[in-house]
Structure formats: C-alpha cells, structure tokens
C-alpha cells in the first residue's frame, strides 16, 4: 500500500482482555517499530524489527506486551490482561533501511495508529 | 528520565509570525536529529532534520538552529500559516542505533 495501515483505529476493551493491534508497512520496508503515545505527550519507543528479527524489545512495558513480524512484513502487537494505564494511541512506524541510510537518517513513516481505551 | 526535553508546551502564534519551539539533550551520543509535525488523528511525518555537523539546515519556512556545545536545537518556522496549525514533535537518535527518544510536544496554534 502506499502508507503504513494500522488497524482496529479505535479499540475499547474492558480491563483484563487480551487485544491485538495489527500494522501493514510499506511494502518492501526492512525495518518496523512499534512506539505507544499516551494523551499529550510524544511516543515512546517499545520495540523494533528487522525483517522478522525481533531486535530490541528493550521499551515494551511488561510481559504483558508481546509483538511479532512471523513473515516479515505485517506485524501484532499483543498485550494481555490488559490494564487501565494501557490506554494509549499505539504508533507503528517502518523504514526501508537496515540501518542509516545515505543521509545518515533513517526516515520513519508512522501509520495514524490504533487508540486503546482500557475501561 | 527524558531524554529530550522540549519546550513550550503550547504556543500561539499570529498569522505571518515566527513559531520557535526548543529542545535540550543530555546524551551526546546522540547524533541524528528530526522534529515530527503532527495532525490530530494522523501519525507524526517527518518534517525536518539535522546531522550535528552543521549548525543550520533550512527547507523552506521551516529552519532548524543547532547549538552543539549547550545540546540544544530548535525549530523555527517563518511566516506561519493557520495550515502549520499542528503538534511538533523534536526527536533524537543514536549512531547506527534505530530508536528514537521523542519530546513530550508543542500544540501550535496559527491564529489567522
């Protein structure tokens, strides 16, 4: 497609369900990144992939959060038992790059992400 | 701990005025920086960024300042539009590390 598409856009679960959020990158992009943007403040990095390499898993907030790339290009992000203080937009971002690119930068498109209200 | 802190929080601006929103690091091992604009209900989009081995980058009302020695950048956007009305988010990333630690947003308001 010719943008990052995430999906469900709104997801209201009730606390101690189990949701999954599901983001589709640009096709062909090597790299994906799952960020979680709470109510008025900038996202926060949880995990990235490369290719189907889950390589850093450093920011997921608990074992409750679980994310997964099986093919390499659509990704899951699951959380369980879900809690209040999950609440939150969750942000999926992919690049064509491994690494750096000839800039130097690696340029991140974003999809308009998945609002999680836990109640 | 914030690894980049961001200022002001929200900002109004008067039609054909210049936007200013600032930005302080720690880490000096950061050295790729982008600011994000963002609309409400849409993913942050690139809008900008610097290397730290230039002082100034300029893409056309949109300008970022870098002060190497204090940690500071800033963004700065000439003759501001009602359109620029949006949340600008400063970022900042490591060599060849791919996470990028993002301010906590300034909500810019053009007034026309």
């Known amino acids: 497609g010719a943008g990052v598409s995430q999906s469900p856009r709104y997801k209201v679960a009730k606390r101690g369900q189990d949701v999954a959020l599901r983001c589709d990158p640009i096709s062909g992009h090597v790299s994906l990144f799952w960020y979680q943007q709470a109510l008025g403040q900038g996202p926060e990095f949880l995990t990235y992939?490369?290719?189907?390499?889950?390589?850093?898993k450093s920011g997921l907030p608990s074992d409750r959060f679980f994310a997964e790339r099986p093919e390499g290009s659509v990704s899951t992000l699951k959380i369980q038992r879900t809690q209040q203080e999950d609440s939150a937009v969750y942000l999926c971002?992919?690049?064509?790059?491994?690494?750096?690119?000839?800039?130097?930068?690696?340029?991140?498109?974003f999809g308009a992400g998945s609002r999680l209200t836990v109640l | 701990q914030q690894q980049v802190k961001q200022s002001p929080q929200s900002l109004i601006v008067q039609k054909g005025g210049i936007s200013i929103i600032n930005c302080a690091y720690e880490?000096?091992?950061?050295?790729?920086f982008p600011w994000y604009q963002q609309f409400p209900g849409k993913g942050p989009a690139l809008l900008i960024a610097i290397r730290p081995d230039v002082s100034e980058k300029k893409e056309g009302r949109f300008t970022i300042s870098f002060n190497k020695s204090a940690k500071q950048f800033s963004l700065h956007i000439m003759d501001s539009q009602p359109g620029d009305s949006a949340t600008y988010f400063c970022?900042?990333?490591?060599?060849?590390?791919?996470?990028?630690?993002f301010g906590s947003g300034t909500k810019l308001n053009v007034k026309p």
């Open positions: 880490n000096t091992a950061f050295d790729y």
């Open positions: 971002a992919s690049s064509p790059n491994r690494d750096r690119g000839p800039s130097g930068a690696n340029v991140l498109t």
């Open positions: 992939f490369q290719n189907e390499a889950q390589l850093d």
């Open positions: 970022a900042a990333s490591k060599y060849n590390f791919n996470k990028f630690y």
